[in-house]
C-alpha cells in the first residue's frame, strides 16, 4: 500500500524525466562538479576496480552511452588517460 502511493506520487516526476533527451545535460548548477587541480598539473591516479560481477553491466553502459554520444573516448596519449 506504501509502495503504491510512493509510486503514484512520484510518477508525474518520472514522466517528466523521461522526455529529457538522453544526450543532454543538467542545468541544474548545483549538478556541477568541480575538482580542485593544480594549473598546469594532470593528476594520475588508478581508478577504483569494480566487482567482477558488474563488469558486464557497466559496460553495457558504457556501450550505451557511447552509441548515444553521451561519451566520447578520450584520444590516445592524453593527460586525462593515465
Known sequence: M????????????LDNNS?????????????VIRLDTIPGKTAYRAPYRP?????????E?????????VIERASPNSDWNS
Open 19 to 31: 522526455k529529457i533527451p538522453i544526450n543532454s545535460f543538467c542545468t541544474l548548477p548545483e549538478s
Open 61 to 69: 553502459c558504457i556501450d550505451n552511452w557511447l552509441k548515444d554520444d
Open 2 to 13: 506504501q509502495q503504491e502511493f510512493f509510486h503514484a506520487s512520484i510518477k508525474t516526476a
Open 51 to 59: 566487482a567482477f560481477k558488474l563488469v558486464p553491466i557497466i559496460q
